[in-house]
C-alpha cells in the first residue's frame, strides 16, 4: 500500500464563507425587539362588531395614539386598561395589543368596569 492519499491537498471549506459584520452596521435585534415594533393595534371580533353598531369610528391620529399609549402601558405592566376617548370608551388588553370592546360616552356613563389596572386618555 501507498502513502499517496495523505498528501493531497485539502483546502479549507469555510475560508472563503466568512462574512465578517462591518462596524457601522446596526445591531442585530431579537424576535421579540423586532415583534413588537411591528405589532400594531388588534381589533377583536367583538370590538369591530361593536363599534360598528354604535358608529364608533376613530381618525388615523386617534389610531396612532391609542397604539402608542398601549405600547406605554404594556412596558409599565398593564394588562388591561380602560381607554377614554372623546366619545368612546374602549376596553383593551395592552399585553396582546387587543381592543376586547367598545362603547360610546352614553353607555360607558353608567358602567362600572372591573379587572383594569390601567386608564388611557386620549383627547384627540
Known amino acids: ?4 492519499i495523505h498528501q493531497l491537498h485539502h483546502p479549507e471549506i469555510y475560508q472563503h464563507n466568512i462574512v465578517k459584520r462591518k462596524s457601522n452596521e446596526q445591531p442585530i435585534k431579537t424576535f421579540q ?3 413588537t415594533t ?3 393595534v388588534k381589533v377583536s371580533k367583538h370590538a369591530k362588531e361593536r363599534m360598528i353598531q354604535r358608529n364608533i369610528h376613530l381618525s388615523d391620529r386617534q389610531w396612532q395614539s391609542l397604539e402608542q399609549k398601549m405600547s406605554e402601558a404594556k412596558q409599565k ?3 388591561e386598561s380602560v381607554v377614554i376617548l372623546n366619545k368612546a ?3 383593551v ?4 395589543n387587543t381592543i376586547i370592546t367598545a362603547l360610546n360616552n352614553e353607555e360607558s356613563k ?6 383594569i389596572n390601567g386608564t388611557i386618555i386620549l383627547n384627540d
Open 89 to 91: 370608551t374602549l376596553l
Open 77 to 79: 405592566g398593564v394588562r
Open 33 to 35: 425587539e423586532i415583534l
Open 38 to 40: 411591528k405589532q400594531s
Open 1 to 4: 500500500m501507498t502513502n499517496r
Open 110 to 115: 353608567s358602567k362600572i368596569f372591573t379587572n
Open 93 to 96: 388588553n395592552a399585553e396582546k
